[in-house]
Each structure stands twice: as structure tokens, then as C-alpha cells.
Nanobody, 124 residues
């Protein structure tokens, strides 16, 4: 069982930065692949970035490549999303998710544990 708590969302102007954090309560945090998803009003939930259990392998959606960086600290049971050069289209609720699946999980259905979400709003 894993509980995830996100923090760090807020309102920022276009071009600004935010850093999201996700704290996990898990005995073996390093046993989970972690990801950040986002969901904008009227849209489906989409993967933003994913990181492997060791942190050595990452994936980014094309829309955020070069602007967002996912990282994790297994000693602190935490995963982060550094978001730079934010755009209005990045506005969404951002969710932290954990997966015990093998391979490279990218679909929401691959993730069994979710945080409550944190709102990110980027003004133009």
C-alpha cells in the first residue's frame, strides 16, 4: 500500500517555474516506477513524465521535453517535477502516481496508486 501526497502547485506567469514534490509512504519506495500525469478540464489524463525505480531511465511527453525534469530521491521516498518555461497550456491538475508494473508503464491504467493532485495554473 502506498500513499502519495503532492505539493508545490500554484499560479505562475508564462515563462515561470514551479517544482512539484510527491512524498510517498511506502516500505520499499524503490520498488515503484513513478510518474507525473496531468489532467486539464475536459481532457483526458495524460502522462507528463515517468522515472524508473532506480532513476536511471526517464520518459517525457513531447509537449514538455526540454522544459520539465523528473527526478527521485529513494532515500527520502520522494519524486519531483521541475517545470521551467511554463506555458498556459500546461495548466492542469498534476497527479503523482506509482506503479509496480514491469517495463515502462505510461498509461493511467498501469498505475495503481495516485495522489490527490495539485493545481498548476499558468497565466498568459
Amino acid at each position: 500500500q502506498v500513499q502519495l501526497v503532492e505539493s508545490g502547485g500554484g499560479l505562475v506567469q508564462a515563462g515561470g517555474s514551479l517544482r512539484l514534490s510527491c512524498a510517498a509512504s511506502a516500505r520499499t519506495f524503490s520498488g515503484y516506477a513513478m510518474a507525473w500525469f496531468r489532467q486539464a478540464p475536459g481532457k483526458e489524463r495524460e502522462v507528463v513524465a515517468r522515472i524508473s525505480r532506480s532513476g536511471g531511465n526517464t520518459f517525457y511527453a513531447d509537449s514538455v521535453k526540454g522544459r520539465f525534469t523528473i527526478s527521485r530521491d529513494n532515500a527520502k521516498n520522494s519524486v519531483y517535477l521541475q517545470m521551467n518555461n511554463l506555458k498556459p497550456e500546461d495548466t492542469a491538475v498534476y497527479y503523482c502516481a506509482a506503479s509496480t508494473g514491469i517495463g515502462t508503464p505510461l498509461r493511467p491504467s498501469d498505475y495503481g496508486y495516485w495522489g490527490q493532485g495539485t493545481q498548476v495554473t499558468v497565466s498568459s
